[in-house]
Every structure is written in structure tokens, then in C-alpha cells.
């Protein structure tokens, strides 16, 4: 079976270990706004079935 090589191919084969690397930490939390009503959902679906509603 045929082999593949060239100038540089450990280099290619072995990058991922060069780049460095850090474990992200949890620094944001996203939640919904206080100003936003819990129906939100049930307001869109709404919406869909009856697209002609302006409520």
C-alpha cells in the first residue's frame, strides 16, 4: 500500500500538541430579563397559529 510523505509532515501530524491550551472557567450566567413575561413561548405559538392576531 502506497505511503504519503512530505517536508514537514511530523510537524503537521503532531501541531495539536503545540498549541497551547486552558480550561475555560464559568464566568457568565444567562437568564431571561425580569421585563420579559414567563409566557413568552405560549405568545409565540400563538402568534404561528394565528399569524393576523396583534394581541
Known sequence: ?????WVGKEK?????????YRVLNKQYH???P???PASQPA???ALI???????
Open 1 to 5: 500500500m502506497p505511503t504519503l510523505t
Open 12 to 20: 503537521v501530524i503532531h501541531h495539536h500538541r503545540d498549541v497551547p
Open 30 to 32: 444567562f437568564s431571561q
Open 34 to 36: 425580569a421585563s420579559q
Open 43 to 45: 405568545r409565540i405559538v
Open 49 to 55: 397559529q394565528n399569524p393576523m392576531s396583534t394581541e
